[in-house]
């Protein structure tokens, strides 16, 4: 049994991670400022023993005893991590600071959830994490980018400095129940449009592409991850490596929501990468570990649970 901190234990991943967490007998301290999580993410776990929640700003030091760090604080859809872009690179950038510091006082193991955004708008397909990116840094993604590549850097330099124990995670586009119903994601608004028989809006020409994993899938390589021999520090991609274009997900989640909805197209937001897709053999190889949920498999349950959203309190008109 370990005592594990999540940081924004509270969002859509990080309720998912304290779940897990919790399910296999570990304490766990969920920190959060409710900036996009909500207690409703987590509300199932509060009369378990061995749960914490707690309202804290990552900004601000921390001062707690734990073994492990999962640095997922952060909000993670451009509608809301460009809504306070200030805001959002010092999370990341701050945060980092603070939880490596926590980290280094107490000798915890720590792992920082990443993002394929450090690869910007790439020119290499799949991406490898040898690969360097091709990132904007005065763009309206740069808070996100920018600040998810200076925490990266944090990692490294205090493994390389201070001799911590790091792993760091990339994260491809995730999916799943908890989705923020207005973050603006692809999957969400899709899902959203479609039970509520609103047009489905495809930026562009709907041809750019994604990799989508369900959220079990992910969680499941991010503790591998953390499990790793000590001297392993990545990054390693997680993702699922299917790729589809954007008008193939509409069709998908029409098709299985049903209704009628029209497809409409709106324009292609700014730096919108053309094609994203994970090279997951580092993760195959060292932690054991290949996505294993179709994609119609999951977005069964991610609509299932919006439609149950949409019972108890409405889904955004
Ligand atoms: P989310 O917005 O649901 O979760 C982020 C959580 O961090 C929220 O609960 C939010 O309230 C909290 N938070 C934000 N700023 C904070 C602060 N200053 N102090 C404390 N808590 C703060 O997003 P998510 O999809 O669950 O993403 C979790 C992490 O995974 C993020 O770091 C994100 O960058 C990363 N990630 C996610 C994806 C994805 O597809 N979902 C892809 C790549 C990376
Ligand atoms: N910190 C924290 N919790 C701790 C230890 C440190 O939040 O238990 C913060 C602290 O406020 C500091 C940051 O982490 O600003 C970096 O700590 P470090 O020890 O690396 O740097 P220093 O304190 O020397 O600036
Ligand atoms: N997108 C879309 N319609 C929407 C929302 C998004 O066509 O209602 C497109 C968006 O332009 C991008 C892709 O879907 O090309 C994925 O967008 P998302 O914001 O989910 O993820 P990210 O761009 O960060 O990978």
């Known amino acids: 049994m370990k005592r594990i901190l999540v940081t924004g234990g509270a969002g859509f991943l990080g309720s998912h991670l304290c779940e897990r967490l919790i399910r296999d007998g570990h304490e766990v301290l969920c920190v959060d400022n409710f900036f996009t999580g909500r207690r409703r993410n987590v509300v199932h776990l509060l009369e378990h023993p061995y749960f914490e929640l707690m309202r804290h700003d990552v900004c601000f030091p921390l001062y707690v005893e734990v073994d492990r760090i999962y640095n997922l604080a952060c909000p993670a859809s451009p509608v809301h991590y460009q809504f306070d ?23 915890a193991r720590i792992l920082q959830a990443s993002t394929s955004e450090v690869y910007g708008d790439p020119e290499v397909h799949p991406q490898p994490e040898s690969y360097w990116g091709r990132v904007n840094p005065i763009g309206p993604r740069s808070c996100y980018d920018e600040g998810k590549r200076c925490a990266e850097t944090l990692f490294f330099d205090y493994y390389r400095q201070h001799r911590l124990d790091i792993k760091v995670v990339r994260i491809f586009n995730t999916y799943g129940p908890r989705m923020h119903p207005n973050d603006g994601r692809v999957v969400s608004n899709f899902i959203v449009q479609a039970l509520t028989g609103r047009d489905i809006t495809i930026y562009g020409d709907g041809q750019q592409t994604r990799s989508f994993c ?104």
């Open 85 to 107: 872009p200030v805001q959002t690179t010092k999370t990341s950038v701050h945060g980092a600071i603070n939880m490596l510091g926590l980290a280094k006082r107490v000798k």
């Open 214 to 317: 369900y959220v079990d899938d992910l969680i499941e390589a991010m503790v591998r991850m953390m499990e790793t021999p000590a001297g392993f520090t990545g990054p390693v991609n997680i993702g699922n490596p299917g790729e589809y274009t954007m008008l193939q997900l509409a069709e998908t989640v029409l098709r299985l929501v049903g209704g009628r909805s029209r497809l409409v197209f709106k324009p292609l937001p700014a730096d919108d990468p053309r094609q994203r897709q994970p090279d997951i053999a580092l993760a195959r190889e060292k932690l054991g570990w290949t996505p294993t949920v179709p994609l119609e498999d999951g977005l069964k349950e991610t609509i299932a649970y919006f439609r149950r959203l949409h019972e108890e309190e409405g889904l955004p008109a």
